[in-house]
């Protein structure tokens, strides 16, 4: 199996926007309420809040005292 390859020239936040898009668009060829479009969803919002997240790490208040 072959590693996977990212596209260095993208940021992480823009990886992360592009993959809740793409994993949003597949839940809505999905039928309402079925398992398949529930996860999809989810996905979607796990890559939304690792967005948050890594903005809330990388703000200026969180860095250490001098």
């Known amino acids: 199996m072959e590693p996977r390859r990212t596209d260095k ?5 823009q990886r992360l926007a592009a993959e809740a898009m ?8 999905e ?9 999809l969803l ?7 809040t690792a967005s948050h ?3 809330w ?3 200026p208040g969180l860095r250490p005292p001098k």
């Open 9 to 13: 020239r993208l940021t992480f936040e």
């Open 22 to 29: 793409r994993f949003r668009e597949a839940a809505e060829k």
């Open 31 to 39: 039928r309402p309420g079925t398992m398949a479009r529930e996860l």
């Open 42 to 48: 989810r996905r979607a919002r796990q890559a939304e």
């Open 53 to 55: 997240m890594n903005d």
């Open 57 to 59: 790490l990388s703000s």
